[in-house]
């Protein structure tokens, strides 16, 4: 979504392998330095023509936290509340506040989910450590022979 509508500059905000050493299935993920060149390289693909500049999370606010420059956010509803959390930092330090874009959660059985209650789409969502959780169990299951 960032990528469709930045007109310059997009700054995307990586998780730091220190941060994710304690997520399910932590072996399975890929080094930060891996991870931006992958993201840039899909990125590059659809908008050649914007300048990337990629920024490692090591808290709650990433770079929105400190970077005058960011001018919008994309969250899904179910991290509405990071957003929140992140106009008041930027309000404390004084930085411009951000447009905040929420975009649709998907999951493995649907497309769109629209529950309201921040807690089930959490439960019900396609993420990261749901994909984790289902290329470990598939890669248990040909270790163990299709049993």
Do not use: C
């Amino acid at each position: 979504m960032g990528a469709w509508i930045s007109g310059r500059k997009l700054i995307i905000g990586v998780t730091d392998d220190i941060v994710l050493q304690r997520k399910l299935h932590s072996d399975l993920l890929e080094s930060f330095s891996v991870r931006v060149e992958k993201t840039r390289s899909f990125l590059q693909l659809f908008r050649p023509d914007l300048e990337y500049e990629f920024a490692a999370i090591t808290d709650v606010y990433g770079p929105t936290g400190w970077n005058p420059d960011i001018q919008a956010l994309v969250v899904s509803k179910e991290t509405l509340s990071g957003a929140v959390a992140i106009a008041k930092e930027r309000a404390r330090k004084s930085l411009p506040a951000l447009q905040t874009l929420v975009i649709d959660v998907i999951s493995p059985d649907s497309e769109k989910l629209d529950h309201e209650d921040a807690e089930l789409l959490r439960q019900t969502k396609m993420s990261s450590t749901f994909i984790r959780e289902w290329i470990a169990k598939n890669r248990d299951v040909e270790r163990n022979g299709n049993r």
